[in-house]
């Protein structure tokens, strides 16, 4: 007969595993402790498992990541799927005063943009701190209007934003204009260039053209006068 000490122990460590699992199951979400449930059954009545394909798993976050909007239409709020009220519930926390950017390809014209959440709006980020992703600058801020060009569910979408970044970051966000503004300077720049070059050749080209009428005016003259010469001297002959 078993005694009341190992009794005790038994049931104490019953209780313990049982309060394990319970905190284990609570911390799980609803879709882990899903599948933890339907291990557990399987393997406590010891049913052989099938092999099935494992189908792909959507989460919240490819939920929001397909049914997001930069700027949603009357036509999405009016989709009253449960995605679409996840998507909206979402778009609604957001503070679309001032956008946050992304910088990192800014050589290349690709600047990704998009709305300020809670913590940036308490913490002053895009309105009182620079609003590239990636600066912390504080002085010299300025607010910009952009023209935000984006592709969005299959489609291509224009949106005037505001953008609050320093000095060094607008310099950034206006790389390529600058760039296409140097260009084109120095295209003209070049233009103007081979201009004046080739009325300077032109020119050159001109007086070389007289000098070369007046030596010519010249050779034909002389030769003139020596026939006259010649033709005096032959009448003489004649005459003699």
């Known amino acids: 007969?078993?005694?009341?000490?190992?009794?005790?122990?038994?049931?104490?460590?019953?209780?313990?595993?049982?309060?394990?699992?319970?905190?284990?199951?609570?911390?799980?979400?609803?879709?882990?402790?899903?599948?933890?449930?339907?291990?557990?059954?399987?393997?406590?009545?010891?049913?052989?498992?099938?092999?099935?394909?494992?189908?792909?798993?959507?989460?919240?976050?490819?939920?929001?990541?397909?049914?997001?909007?930069?700027?949603?239409?009357?036509?999405?709020?009016?989709?009253s799927s449960w995605e679409q009220r996840l998507v909206k519930r979402y778009y609604d926390k957001l503070f679309k005063e001032y956008c946050i950017a992304d910088m990192s390809h800014y050589k290349t014209g690709k600047i990704g943009l998009r709305w300020r959440t809670e913590k940036e709006v308490m913490s002053g980020k895009g309105q009182f701190v620079c609003g590239n992703k990636h600066c912390s600058e504080q002085e010299g801020l300025a607010s910009y209007e952009v023209n935000f060009s984006y592709f969005e569910a299959g489609e291509n979408k224009q949106a005037l934003?505001?953008?609050?970044?320093?000095?060094?970051?607008?310099?950034?966000?206006?790389?390529?204009?600058?760039?296409?503004?140097?260009?084109?300077?120095?295209?003209?720049r070049r233009e103007k260039e081979e201009h004046r070059k080739k009325r300077e050749r032109e020119e050159m080209d001109d007086e070389s053209g007289k000098a070369y009428d007046r030596t010519k005016g010249k050779k034909q003259s002389s030769t003139s006068r020596d026939d006259e010469d010649n033709f005096d001297e032959y009448l003489k002959g004649m005459f003699l």
Request: net charge positive; charged share 40%; proline share 1%.
């Open 161 to 188: 934003v505001k953008l609050v970044t320093c000095e060094r970051c607008a310099k950034k966000l206006l790389y390529r204009k600058l760039k296409e503004k140097e260009k084109e300077t120095e295209e003209k």
């Open 1 to 79: 007969m078993a005694s009341f000490g190992s009794i005790r122990s038994a049931v104490f460590d019953r209780e313990e595993k049982k309060q394990q699992y319970q905190a284990h199951i609570l911390g799980l979400n609803a879709y882990d402790r899903h599948k933890k449930f339907l291990n557990d059954y399987v393997s406590f009545y010891g049913g052989e498992r099938q092999n099935q394909e494992k189908l792909p798993v959507k989460t919240d976050q490819d939920t929001l990541r397909e049914g997001y909007r930069f700027i949603r239409s009357e036509e999405d709020d009016m989709d």
